[in-house]
């Protein structure tokens, strides 16, 4: 059963660089989409933008100009960078398998504030 | 504002069949297929239902899925105090080239 486990820094000032990584386990890696999905404190999932097999990336209009999706399958991983982050883009992240996920990391809080 | 629409909430009793439903337009829901999430409290969401009506194994057979032109719906029958979670549909959309969630819809169980 293929496991997904993220880390990555929980507390971040403004202007600061989200960093975050999904390792996967116990399961293929290449061939699948990768995507991130974030959740604002008592909202609804969002989704960031994903990663297709193929190396090609596709983010959320509304955070694209901020927002790096990158994969290393030499170590079977995924990786977040969203750049000068507000309090507005304080949420759980998610990594998923797929573009619509079927496997989920257990999530990662992220708080900013000053 | 999600693109999916879902009630806010939902409510049954233990035992009860509850049905929660899922709005989109042609171009999610009338041209790709549906999944359905189940998201306890504090935990991440979890795979209840794909391609509109599959079971991911492990999944119990008292949730099921159906679709039907821009709507789906998931139902949940026998419904236990475990249940009480929120629930989210999803499906790729055409126009957007991404991913499309409802906004959620809790359940409680009375």
């Known amino acids: 059963q293929v496991q997904l486990q993220q880390w990555g820094a929980g507390q971040l000032k403004p202007s600061e660089t989200l960093s975050l990584t999904c390792g996967v386990f116990?399961?293929?890696?290449?061939?699948?989409?990768w995507s991130w999905v974030r959740q604002p404190p008592g909202k609804g999932l969002e989704w960031i933008g994903e990663m297709d097999h193929g190396g090609n990336a596709n983010y959320n209009p509304s955070l694209k100009s901020r927002v790096t999706i990158s994969v290393d399958t030499s170590k079977n991983q995924v990786s977040l960078k969203l750049t000068s982050v507000t309090a507005a883009d304080t949420a759980v992240y998610y990594c998923?398998?797929?573009?619509?996920?079927?496997?989920w990391g257990q999530g990662t809080l992220v708080t900013v504030s000053s | 504002q999600s693109v999916l629409t879902q009630s806010p909430s939902a409510s049954g009793t233990p035992g009860q069949r509850v049905t929660i439903s899922c709005s989109g337009s042609?171009?999610?829901?009338?041209?790709?297929?549906v999944n359905w999430y189940q998201q306890l409290p504090g935990a991440a969401p979890k795979l209840l239902i794909y391609?509109?009506?599959r079971r991911p194994s492990g999944v119990p057979d008292r949730f099921s899925g159906s679709k039907s032109g821009t709507s789906a719906s998931l139902a949940i029958s026998g419904l236990q105090s475990e249940d009480e979670a929120d629930y989210y549909c999803a499906a790729l959309d055409d126009s957007l080239n991404a991913p499309v969630f409802g906004g959620g819809t809790k359940l409680t169980v009375l």
């Open positions: 998923a398998r797929g573009r619509l996920g079927d496997h």
């Open positions: 391609s509109d009506w």
């Open positions: 042609s171009y999610n829901i009338g041209s790709n297929t």
């Open positions: 116990d399961g293929f890696f290449t061939g699948y989409y």
